[in-house]
């Protein structure tokens, strides 16, 4: 686990809101759906799932923004920055944009979701690609394999 590095600390364009997160992440994700691509002008978004109990707004407030639904995408006040998202049913943990961390340059793909809907020549390095999303229940074996996968990298 010491090879994470935590704790970490991220905050949106402006530095209005800051973050901080001191659990490792479970699952890093690219997700091509019609609504990332809206809501981040992009191909697709960039999420890292991190338990709640390791992530805290340390400076400032985030508010809900997008499509202000059962899924709560919080964006800074200010300079509108789409930070993280509370999905719809899924209260374990938070998926934060890993954009957002003071240092992203760890941040790779293990899964990419919703290539139903991605543009036609995006291609991203994920190992695991789904049509929509995962199913709840896969999400558990999906972050064991994340973790060994992390850990057979760090091994010299
Ligand atoms: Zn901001
Ligand atoms: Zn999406």
Redesign the pocket.
């Known amino acids: 686990m010491g090879d994470w590095n935590l704790p970490w600390e991220g905050?949106?364009?402006?530095?209005?809101?800051r973050f901080k997160v001191s659990i490792p992440p479970l699952l890093t994700m690219a997700c091509h759906c019609r609504g990332c691509q809206k809501m981040t002008a992009s191909a697709f978004s960039l999420s890292i799932a991190i338990p709640n109990a390791g992530f805290s707004i340390i400076k400032?407030e985030a508010t809900i923004g997008g499509l202000n639904g059962a899924t709560r995408h919080y964006f800074?006040?200010?300079?509108?920055?789409w930070m993280f998202t509370r999905p719809e049913g899924i209260d374990e943990f938070v998926n934060l944009r890993p954009t957002m961390l003071d240092d992203a340059s760890w941040f790779a793909l293990f899964i990419e979701t919703w290539t139903r809907e991605k543009l036609p020549w995006a291609k991203t390095p994920a190992l695991y690609g789904f049509e929509t999303l995962p199913n709840y229940e896969d999400y558990a074996g999906l972050a064991e394999e994340y973790s060994k996968h992390r850990m057979s990298k760090n091994e010299h």
Not at 76 to 81: A, G, L, N, T, V
């Open positions: 905050e949106c364009r402006c530095g209005q809101v400032g800074c006040p200010h300079c509108k920055s």
